[in-house]
């Protein structure tokens, strides 16, 4: 069993960064393939960015490629989002989701993930 707790939402004005971090709980965090999502008011959940297990492997939307950046440090159990040049159209609520223990390909659907973290609100204003 893994719980997530995630931080570090605000409003921020375009252009500018925030920080996301995801603490688990639980021994086995450094075997999880850790991702974000979002969701937007109205719309579906929406894959962000995952890193594998082993810090291996990353993938990210074409949406946020070259602005956001994944990393985790196993040794304290956490995940970050780094997120910068942030435009009107990446509000939406972020989650944090650990999944698939030891697997190093692509992890891109909510239904791959089995641990979900409560969400944290990220409001770009233009």
């Known amino acids: 069993q893994v719980q997530l707790v995630e931080s570090g939402g605000g409003l921020v004005q375009a252009g500018g960064s925030l920080r996301l971090s995801c603490v688990a709980s639980?021994?086995?965090?450094?075997?999880?393939?850790m991702a974000w999502f979002r969701q937007a008011p109205g719309k579906e959940r929406e894959f962000v960015s995952f890193?594998?297990?082993?810090?291996?492997?990353?993938h990210y939307a074409d949406s946020v490629k070259g602005r956001f950046t994944i990393s985790r440090d196993n040794a304290k159990n956490t995940v970050a989002l780094q997120m910068n040049s942030l435009k009107p159209e990446d509000t939406a609520v972020y989650y944090c989701?650990?999944?698939?223990?030891?697997?190093?390909?692509?992890?891109?659907?909510?239904?791959?993930?089995?641990?979900w973290g409560q969400g944290t609100q990220v409001t770009v204003s233009s």
């Open positions: 639980g021994r086995t965090f450094s075997s999880y393939t």
């Open positions: 890193i594998s297990w082993n810090n291996g492997n990353t």
């Open positions: 989701a650990a999944g698939a223990p030891w697997h190093t390909g692509l992890l891109l659907t909510t239904s791959q993930y089995d641990y």
